[in-house]
């Protein structure tokens, strides 16, 4: 059910010969409160999948956008049951719209691999993103997900070339999430003909759809990567909208980042 | 009950028993599995291990001496105590028998930009020390509070030529700086090697760093063997992500009538929330590339370590040191900042040997172990750096403006 549903929020655009819109927002930032309104909004404002992004207190892979949201989400005492609450209030309220989880290790290791899985599958996530859990350390977590229903959706990198690229799509499920640049959130801008020749690598070991994210800030910019992928990701320019100019304003830049996806040329 | 330890670890896998691993991003993991590749060869070449004890002995100046501590021995009344005294290395503490095996490591790669993290700043001067003399560009990422207890090092590391970058991220301490210097790795991962300066990190991190101190082991045993014609009872070393300590231990770990024992920084007290002590206050969990011992809250956040020696103020561990915790091999304590000042001032004026403030807190722990011990006693304890750096500190904390 829960595989289905990234599948189909795919298929669907596919169909149409459009790419998917997939926003991240960071739960907790700068409350439950405020982010429950955002994230129960942003299928409306169009986006097709949503990554919400657990607040960590060492997240390595982040940019300054995403660790500031990360560290105001803390300091609003934001728990992992919070995170799950928002999931919850998520799947009530769109029945329909794939919700992906996205954070680090140690928050769902202190948790229990098993534990966790078992209370996201009843909060209704359908994916899950850890940053720094590669595939040689995954296997218990993937265990318990694939028990559960829930996707392991796998970070493919600028430097997972030759024989490790088939190796880390071996174990993936619902979508690919190709890295664009070696780098951290919300850094440089991808280079299109690099993005669109790794995708097309990347489609020759799997049928999944092939999602692509970090740098991608305008809807210029997601138009162009819209272009040469099956998804687009957009994280900390959502973020840094929300932070300083409040909840409609991320609405409005959803619509014009998702309108841009959609509109493939 | 104490398991038995097994010396073939890591395993394949970069595990010690149920610690250790490589949770890393994707971007990373590629390079890390190389570099493993990399060490794997080079620990074993002739060439390598040539070039390397040129270095170490000529320009670190190794063998570093053993030297009989025998005021405080008399002051402490019982165990006779050995300093092994690393603190007389070039750059003046451990630090540098690492970073020359790393920046060796990085040249053989044909990576041309190295950057390091650092809390006390020794880490960080041994890096640009080295980076110096190879020839490579070094960028080394300091906490802003650890920039401001720590001025005299940064300082030498700008006039090595490398160029410190603050981070002002959490508390701007040593872990911060790892953050950072994992978010500059995966953005420079075609020309940048991360020489890490403890024994943490993803493999092959925790065992290369071991393998490049272990010749403080090495050395220590061959002199005490010289010296007094038997092993000692006792090996002693500060822990903090436990570099010195796993180089001293190793070549001891299968000598099972030596006792081992890490000494953790305990900060205002264990009791309190502001300490460093990994073992003694944490709980397994998963940071900076390794499953180990962390201070963590309750919802897997990790937490804020404290202690008023910069080196020792990180909420981890080394991995190695988490399994032999966990099988019993090694004892780890802890001293408090206050214990660590006091036996700074012991050691200065009895022995006229400035301890840093991470061996001080060793030495605080080496006094009740000699009275246990008695006359017949031997201990070994390893002063992994020179105090020089911590005058300012503990002027300051001596209420002394100089």
Known sequence: ????????????????????????????????AIS?????????????????????????????????????????????????????DFRKA???????????????????????????????????????????????????????????????APTTVGERLPKVLSGVSGFVYYVSVTGVTGDAVPDATEVANAVQNIKLHTDLPVAVGFGVRTPQTAQIIANCTDGVVVGSAIVATMHKTGVKAAFELVKKLADATHCKT | MTKKYNSSYPDDHGRFGD??????????????????????????DPAFIEQMDGYLKDYVGRPSAIYHAERLSE????????????????????????????VLLAKRMGKTRVIAETGAGQHGVATATVA???????????????????????????????????????????????????????????????????????????????DLQSVIGREAREQILQREGRLPDACVACIGGGSNAIGLFYPFLDDKQVRLIGVEAAGKGLQTTK???????????????????LLQDDDGQIADAHSISAGLDYPGIGPEHSYLHDIGRVEYLSATDQEALDSFQLCTRLEGIIPALEPAHALARVGDLAKELGNNGLIVMNMCGRGDKDVFAVAGHLGIEI
Not at chain 1, 14 to 27: E, G, H, V
């Open chain 2, 132 to 210: 110096a003399r190879f020839g490579l560009e070094c960028v080394v990422f300091m906490g802003a509070t650890d920039i401001e207890r720590q001025k005299p090092n940064v300082f030498r590391m700008k006039l090595l030529g490398a160029k410190i970058v603050p981070v002002t991220s959490g508390t701007g301490t040593l872990k911060d700086a790892m953050n950072e210097a994992l978010r500059d790795w995966v953005t420079n991962v075609d020309d940048t090697f991360y020489v890490i300066g403890t024994a943490a990190g993803p493999h092959p991190y925790p065992e290369m760093v071991r």
């Open chain 2, 275 to 293: 300490h460093a002590a990994s073992l003694s206050g944490g709980k397994p969990g998963i940071l900076h590339g390794n499953r180990t011992y």
């Open chain 2, 19 to 44: 610690f250790g691993g490589r949770y890393v991003p994707e971007t990373l993991m590629p390079l890390v599995l190389e570099l493993e590749q990399v060490w794997k060869k080079a620990k074993t």
């Open chain 1, 36 to 88: 429950r309104e955002l994230l129960l909004g942003l299928p409306d404002a169009g986006a097709d999948i949503v990554e919400l992004g657990m607040p960590f207190s060492d997240p390595v892979a982040e940019g300054l956008t995403i660790q500031q949201a990360a560290q105001r989400s803390l300091l609003a005492d934001t728990k992992m049951a919070g995170v799950l609450s928002l999931a919850k």
């Open chain 1, 1 to 32: 059910m829960s595989i289905n549903r990234i599948s189909n929020a795919f298929a669907k655009r596919t169909a149409n010969n459009q790419s998917t819109f997939i926003a991240y927002m960071m739960a907790g930032d700068p409350d439950l």
């Open chain 2, 75 to 102: 002051h402490f009344g019982g165990a006779k105590i050995w300093f092994k005294r690393d603190e007389l290395n070039h750059t003046g503490a451990h630090k540098i028998n690492n970073c020359l095996g790393q």
């Open chain 1, 94 to 156: 769109h029945p329909d719209t794939p919700l992906i989880l996205m954070g680090y290790a140690n928050p769902v290791h202190h948790m229990g691999w098993q534990v966790f899985a078992k209370a996201a599958a009843k909060a209704g996530v359908d994916g899950m993103i850890i940053v720094d859990l590669p595939p040689e350390e995954s296997d218990p977590f993937a265990k318990a997900l694939t028990e559960n229903d829930i996707a392991l959706i796998r970070l493919i």
